[in-house]
Nanobody, 129 residues
């Protein structure tokens, strides 16, 4: 099983990027998928979740309205569209077969257990002028 996250790069403030998480060995349709990020010197944080049980998407407050998570079943890929990027969005972004994030409605966690806990290796997003 492999998750490959890609699409990061250098972008100016206010710019956009689309991150991709493509899976092999598993069918992403069967899992809730989370996007996480880790900025230099900071702890990893969950930023978005596609909850397969209720079909809803969730975002942490700092990215709501700017980031959008979506999935393409045919390509077995989950995307994270990043718009209106800010310097504080600079981080390595990871996708995973779990969700763990603080939302306006509370903390949301989905975990399938260690044997089904898959992560991409990360893609670097740098927002700088």
């Amino acid at each position: 099983v492999q998750l490959v996250d890609s699409g990061g790069g250098l972008v100016q403030p206010g710019g956009s990027l689309r991150l991709s998480c493509t899976a092999s060995g598993i069918i992403l349709l069967n899992y809730s998928i989370g996007w996480f990020r880790q900025a230099p010197g900071k702890e990893r944080e969950g930023v978005s979740c596609f909850d397969v049980k209720d079909g809803n998407t969730y975002y942490t407050d700092s990215v709501r309205g700017r980031f959008t998570i979506s999935r393409d079943h045919a390509k077995n890929t989950v995307y994270l569209q990043l718009n209106s990027l800010k310097a504080e969005d600079t981080a390595v972004y990871y996708c995973a077969t779990q969700c763990s994030l603080h939302t306006a409605l509370g903390y949301r966690s989905i975990y399938y257990g260690r044997d089904l806990d898959y992560w991409g290796k990360g893609t670097l997003v740098t927002v700088s002028s």
